[in-house]
Each structure stands twice: as structure tokens, then as C-alpha cells.
């Protein structure tokens, strides 16, 4: 067993916080509350190779491991600080762009891979609808086959890149009469250029405000019959299989980087904050909040590699180990964050401390990519070895 990094893997994971730090960070105060598309920041990831990070390099992409992946998110979520690029980092290349390379025809991978990596096309993922989250076999999109198209009907919600996607990964009902329901599910790669596609409302957030986020349309949408990912009524299993220990390890990386930016924040504010004549760092009350803090990005680190780990010994997605990284790191985080804004006292509930924003996005982790409630439902189904 072997827990270190490569001088090399250290190397990148410094240039990737320095670059956050330097090019990222700066400006997330100003954008934040505009809940705006920057373009220029998605620009700067593509010139640093981030935005194809796993991706062969024959593909336009950097070709790094699973491990190195989590390695330059977690790098970005040190530096940036910024929750809302990430998760818009994560959808575009975790959710779209590796179900594509790994269940895509050579066409499909030709066709979409390389504009994703070099930041010319915006990816997301449709799975949720309105009135399907966690149930997400329960879907109502539907898609037909006529001729050579597929019509697909249907609501998408929630969707992260939503409103300036140009491909989109889209889960639909295939076969409605199939048991289990998810046995009658494919996958679709839908361009925003199709007819009959269009984008919904725009949802307004309380956190992860630097990505945007919406409701996507398909009112007769044409896709061609070559745009099915994978196996048709099997996409669904296949492609949620696949994300499911890449979403639920590379998805969550920047979290421990933002962990560890607000443990350093912390620690400094402890130092230079003076409360009774000395600095709050004196009391053990603040102490022991820092200690804990760090003993839960300690472990959380631990259970995220070795999802990123195991997937990259065999590429069977740990499902059970996956689901114990994501409930952990999830809430970890939100504790984190509550005591980081508990240190910084009346300055911590101002934004220009930068914690109260790290508390607001972290809110997210305990909802998206599969609830905590669902997670533990996974854990303990394997525990009483009942089936998934
Ligand atoms: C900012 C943001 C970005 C998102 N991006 C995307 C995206 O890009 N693509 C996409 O497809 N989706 C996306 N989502 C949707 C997200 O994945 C869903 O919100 C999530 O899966 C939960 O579904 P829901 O909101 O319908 O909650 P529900 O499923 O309605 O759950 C409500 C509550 O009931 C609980 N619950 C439900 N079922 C059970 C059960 N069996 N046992 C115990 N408790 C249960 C849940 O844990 C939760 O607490 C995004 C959501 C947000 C907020």
C-alpha cells in the first residue's frame, strides 16, 4: 500500500493551486453575485489542460489517471475557492465528457472530445426532472425511434451548464414497459443546436452561484439515430455505473482543496485576531474546532483517492466505497464550513472573508450526485446484502 504522491503529481498539484490562486481566485468576490456565465475564466481552464483532464491525449485531452484527476480538482478548489467553476468544471468534464470517451463510438468521440477539451464546446449531464431526483429511473423524458432519428419529449431540471451547453449527455425512457424500469433507458448525446431543443427557466441559487444552472427543454427534439451513447434501453445502467465512482471521486476533489483553503484561513485568522488580550488561537475552544476540521479533511482525502484509486486499478466503479466517500466528504464539508464561519465570528458572516460562501456551496454536496439519504441507503444495502 502505498499513500504518496510522485514528485511529479506534487509538481502539478502546485502549478494548478498557483494558477487558481493567481488567475481564479482574484475575482470570485465580483462574480459570485452575478450569477453569470465568465467565459474568460472557462478559457483560462482550457489553457492549463484542465477541462480534459482524464481524457486521452489523442482525443485533445491531458490523459492523467483517475488519481491525478481528483489530484489538480482538489489543486483548483485550494487555489479558486470557487465552488460554482468547479461544479461547471465537473459537469462539463466528468459527467459529459467521460461517459463520452468511455462508452462513445470513435465518431462521437472524434465529433465532440477535442472542442470540449479546448474549451470551444460546453458539456452537461441531464438526468433530473422535475418531478424525478432521486427516483431517477422514474424519468418521463421519452424518446422514440423514427427512421433514422430519435424524437425525444421531456423536461430536464436542474441542469448544471444548462444555458450555454452545446452537448448535453440525456438520459430518456426507451422502452416504458421494461422491468426494472432502468433496463429501458438509453442515453443520448443531444447538441443545443437541434430542432426542438431549447433551454427553460434559469434557476437562481444559493450557492455554487459562478456556475449556471437550468431547466432544458426537448419539445420534439431530433436526434440522429448515431447520437445514442452506448447500448439502447441499457445507456442508463451503463452510463450511471460508469459516472457514478468518477462523479462521486473527481466531482468531489475541489472540496477537500476548499477544505483545506478555509483550515488555512482559520489557522491565521486564530493568529491575528485578538479577543481578552490575547490571540483566539489561545482558547481551546478554537483549537479543538481547528483540530477537528482537519481530522475530517484528513479522512475525507483518504476515502476520495481510494475511489480514484480503485478506479484506476480496474475500472469497476467501487459503488459502496463510493457512496461512503460521498456521504463523508459531503457532510465533512458543511461541518467545516459552519465552524469556519463560527472562528471568523461576525467577520465570517461577511462575504469578504470567503467562508460564508464555502458554508452556501457546500450545501450542494449533501443534495447533488445522489442525496445522503440515498447514499446511506446504498451502504446499507450492502451491508444487509440485499440487492441494488
Ligand atoms: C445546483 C444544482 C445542480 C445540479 N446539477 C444537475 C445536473 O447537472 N444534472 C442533473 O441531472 N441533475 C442535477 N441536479 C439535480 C440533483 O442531482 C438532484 O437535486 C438530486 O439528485 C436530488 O433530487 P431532488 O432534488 O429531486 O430531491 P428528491 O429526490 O425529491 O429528495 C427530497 C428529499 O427526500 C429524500 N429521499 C428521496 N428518496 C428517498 C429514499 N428512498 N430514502 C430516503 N430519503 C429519500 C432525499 O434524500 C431528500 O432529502 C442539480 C441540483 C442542483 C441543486
Redesign the pocket.
Given at each position: 500500500m502505498d499513500f504518496a504522491f510522485t514528485d511529479a503529481q506534487r509538481e502539478l498539484y502546485d502549478s494548478v493551486r498557483t494558477f487558481a490562486r493567481q488567475q481564479i481566485h482574484p475575482t470570485v468576490l465580483q462574480r459570485e453575485p452575478l450569477q453569470t456565465w465568465n467565459d474568460d475564466i472557462w478559457q483560462k481552464l482550457a489553457g492549463m489542460g484542465l477541462l480534459g483532464a482524464p481524457i486521452p491525449e489523442e482525443y485533445g485531452g491531458t490523459g492523467l489517471s483517475c488519481v491525478e484527476t481528483c489530484l489538480v480538482k482538489e489543486a483548483f478548489g485550494a487555489g479558486a475557492e470557487d465552488g460554482g467553476v468547479a461544479?461547471a468544471w465537473g459537469?462539463h468534464t466528468i459527467?459529459c465528457g467521460v461517459p463520452i470517451w468511455k462508452l462513445g463510438t470513435e465518431d462521437q468521440k472524434r465529433r465532440y472530445l477535442p472542442g470540449m477539451c479546448d474549451g470551444s464546446l460546453i458539456g452537461?449531464?441531464?438526468?433530473?426532472?422535475?418531478?424525478?431526483?432521486?427516483?431517477?429511473a422514474g424519468m418521463k423524458t421519452r424518446a422514440v425511434r423514427k427512421g433514422d432519428r430519435w424524437i425525444l419529449n421531456g423536461r430536464?431540471?436542474?441542469?448544471?451548464?444548462?444555458p450555454i451547453g452545446g452537448v448535453f449527455v440525456v438520459?430518456a425512457v426507451t422502452d416504458p414497459d421494461a422491468r426494472p424500469r432502468a433496463a429501458g433507458i438509453s442515453t443520448f448525446l443531444v447538441e443545443s443546436g437541434f430542432p426542438g431543443f431549447s433551454v427553460g427557466q434559469h434557476?437562481d441559487?444559493m450557492?455554487?452561484k459562478t456556475?449556471v444552472?437550468s431547466e432544458l427543454v426537448f419539445d420534439d427534439c431530433e436526434v440522429p439515430a448515431e447520437n445514442l451513447l452506448g447500448m439502447e434501453n441499457y445507456g442508463f445502467i451503463i452510463t450511471a455505473k460508469l459516472i457514478l465512482g468518477w462523479e462521486r471521486s473527481c466531482l468531489l476533489a475541489p472540496g477537500l482543496g476548499g477544505m483545506d483553503a478555509a483550515i488555512e484561513r482559520c489557522a491565521r485568522y486564530q493568529q491575528e485576531r485578538h479577543q481578552f488580550g490575547r490571540p483566539i488561537a489561545r482558547f481551546q475552544a478554537m483549537r479543538h474546532m481547528l483540530a477537528d476540521m482537519k481530522v475530517k479533511v484528513e479522512l475525507a482525502r483518504n476515502l476520495i483517492y481510494r475511489v480514484a484509486w480503485k478506479l484506476d486499478q480496474d475500472g469497476d466503479p467501487p459503488l459502496v466505497d463510493a457512496a461512503i466517500a460521498k456521504v463523508f466528504l459531503s457532510e465533512a464539508s458543511q461541518q467545516v464550513f459552519r465552524d469556519a464561519v463560527q472562528i471568523h465570528g461576525g467577520n465570517g458572516f461577511t462575504t469578504e472573508y470567503h467562508v460564508e460562501r464555502g458554508l452556501r456551496d457546500s450545501m450542494?454536496s449533501?443534495?447533488?450526485?445522489?442525496?445522503?439519504?440515498?447514499q446511506?441507503?446504498i451502504i446499507a444495502r450492502a451491508i444487509l446484502d440485499l440487492p441494488f
Open positions: 461544479l459537469a459527467l452537461g449531464f441531464c438526468l433530473s426532472e422535475p418531478d424525478s431526483g432521486s427516483d431517477a430536464k431540471m436542474w441542469i448544471t451548464n444548462g438520459t434557476i441559487k450557492g455554487m456556475s444552472t450542494l449533501t443534495i447533488g450526485a445522489g442525496t445522503s439519504e440515498i446511506r441507503g
